[in-house]
Structures are given as structure tokens and as C-alpha cells.
């Protein structure tokens, strides 16, 4: 009916989050998005370097025994 594809529908979210927020909310919010991605980020490689530190801990034991 209307052939409105995803990229569209960003936009169209968008121009309308301005009208209601205002532009100076939008940054905040973005910058938050942001900087809770990169906290995300920082604990997902944390989990992931400790389970690669246990992981090579166990083969080592085995390994010994």
C-alpha cells in the first residue's frame, strides 16, 4: 500500500522524536545509548577474557595430571 521500507520508517521516527523532544534531548539520549553500548562492550570482553582464562586454566590441569 504504502511500500515504506525500514530506513524510511528511521527517519520518519526521528523527525518525529524531534518535534516532541526537542533536538537537545535527542543528543543526550544518544550520547547515553552511546556510552551504555560501550559499557556493554567493556563488560562482554571482560566476561570473555575470564572464561578464555579459565578455559586455558582447565586444559593446563588436565594437561598435569
Do not use: N, W, Y
Amino acid at each position: 500500500m504504502f511500500d515504506i521500507g525500514i530506513p524510511e520508517l528511521i527517519v520518519i521516527a526521528l523527525a518525529v522524536a524531534v518535534l516532541f523532544f526537542g533536538s537537545t534531548k535527542i543528543l543526550d539520549f544518544s550520547r547515553s545509548l552511546g556510552k551504555i553500548s560501550g559499557e556493554f562492550k567493556k563488560g562482554k570482553a571482560e566476561v570473555e577474557s575470564e572464561l578464555r582464562a579459565s578455559e586455558a586454566q582447565t586444559i593446563s590441569k588436565k594437561k598435569d595430571a
